[in-house]
Structure formats: C-alpha cells, structure tokens
C-alpha cells in the first residue's frame, strides 16, 4: 500500500481503469473531533467530480433534470441531491426578464455575491437567506391544507421538508462559523435578521404568504425559487468547500422547485383568467424581486 496525499487521490481515481469492486482508498485522519470535517472534505470533490461529468455528459433525447425552456412546455424534474446540474438560465424568470436583463442582473449581482467574506459577514449572509428557507417553509405549509390537486399536495409537501432541510442547513453553518452562543445571541429567530436585509426582501416574503390561489402561489415557487437559484449559483464558485457541497444540496433542491413549479402551472393553470392573473403576478414578482437585489447590493452583508 503506498501513502499519497488526498488530493492525488482523486487524479488517480480518475486517471487508473476501473477494477474489481472492493475498498481502493482507505482515508486515515488521526483527529477524531475533525471526523466529521474529513468526512465532509471527502465528499466535496466527489461532488465536484460528479457535477463536472454531469456538465460534461450531453443532454438526454428527453429530460434534463431541472431544465426548462418555457412555462408553457414543461418537462418532468427528478430531484437529486449533491450535483449542481440546474441553472437559473433555462427558468421562466430568466425568460420574463429576456436576455439584457438576465445579463444585467448577473454584471450586477454577481460580483455582491462572490465577494470574499469572513465568518460574521459569512454568518449574517446565510442569516438572510435563513429568513427566506424559512418564510417558505410557513408559507407552504398554509397553502398546503388549501390545496385541493393531490398531485399539487404532494410537490407542497417535498418542498416543505426541503426548504425546513435549507434552513437547517445556513443555521447548522452559520454555528460552524461563529459559534451557537453568537447565533442564538444575534440570529434568534430564523424569520427575522436585524439589518443587512433591505425592507423589500422582507415585502417579498408578504407578499409570497398573501397569495391567496393557485396561479399566485406557483408564480412565487417558481420566480422565486429561481432568483434564489441565481444568488446560490453566484455564491457557488467563491465559497469554502464545505458551504460548496451544502449548496449542491440546494441548489439541486431548488431546480426541482422551479420546475414542479413551472409544470404545475402549465397543467393546472390553464384557464383565461388564471393564465392572466399568473402573468400579472410574474410581473409583479420579478419587480419585487429588482428591488431585493438592489437591496442587496446596498446591505451590510
Ligand atoms: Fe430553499
Ligand atoms: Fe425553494
């Protein structure tokens, strides 16, 4: 048995033929407090390895999971965790918002989202996205019993437990990065974050909680969830790797959301008034959601 290190590793993996399956790489950390971050450190590259062969693999004849062109012609999603294979600029949002303003709000926003942050400012980041993993997990949950499609039921309920499971997830990082005692102290309540979060992004939440039928609250999941599809796709390339790999999670969960969205509101809103009334509120929403970014971009955070 040779001893290499752990980034050799991986090139080797990939660079010997596939043998027998058995045990090839046997890890050994001599830490066990740092367990859990070796383990973790292990995962990432997979990860990466993972979501590169998935970019690199040509698109099926069918499906692409995630993957849309319009509301209108929707294809089927299939969740999956750990590889990034979603983008943001197949969704309706980036379609309402044509290609100059998807562009600008990728020259605008881009930049705010990479820039290098310590833990606190890191902290108090994933704090504001906190606010909203967990204002949907609220929301859907009311709109839940109001539902009457089984079918819509049932992507409700995925989309509860994964955005609890986002929540979870920037509350989980943020403690990794200043401590519980610094969380619980100043990021008691996963609804609210003091400062660094402009009024408007706390408007959107309203809003979202006010849609009160079937055409508004699909508009929502899947405007939303695309321009957080956006900011997670932003921060992706400039974060730690542990944050990395979580994000994957996400943002895999995410394109699922934007998708069970998108494909309800072709199957079920399908009336004239309905499909106005889903138009307006596109409208509305990606208006709403200018003013977050802008808000943003002017933060603390
Ligand atoms: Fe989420
Ligand atoms: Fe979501």
Known sequence: MSKIGSARVFDQLAAEPRRD????????????ALAGDVERNRRT???????????????????????????????HATPSTGDAVWSWTDSRFAQLLGERGATDLATKAVPFFRRERGPEELARLFAVFRVGEHHAVITIG??????????VKEGFARLIWHEARHTIIWTRRMRE?????????????????????SPEYFRLWDEYAKADSL???LAYIYVVDAWAGFAYTACLECIDPVTRWHLQTILADEGFHVSFGEEMAAKYVTGGKEREELA????????ILANVTDGFLTSEV
């Not at 009311?142 to 079918?151: F, G, S």
């Not at 307006?280 to 208006?287: L, S, T, Y």
């Open 21 to 32: 399956p058995g045990v090839r790489i046997l890890g050994v950390s001599p830490l066990n």
């Open 280 to 287: 307006r509120e596109e409208e509305k929403i990606v208006g």
């Open 177 to 197: 990065l200043v401590g519980t005692r610094v969380v619980e102290q100043h990021y008691p309540d996963p609804r609210r974050v003091e400062g660094g979060a």
């Open 215 to 217: 055409a508004r609250r």
């Open 142 to 151: 009311d709109w839940l019993k109001h539902t009457e499609a089984l079918e």
């Open 45 to 75: 590259p997979l990860a990466g390895i993972r979501g590169a062969a998935a970019r690199l693999r040509p698109p099926p004849s069918g499906a692409m999971p995630g993957r849309r062109t319009t509301a209108a012609s929707p294809r």
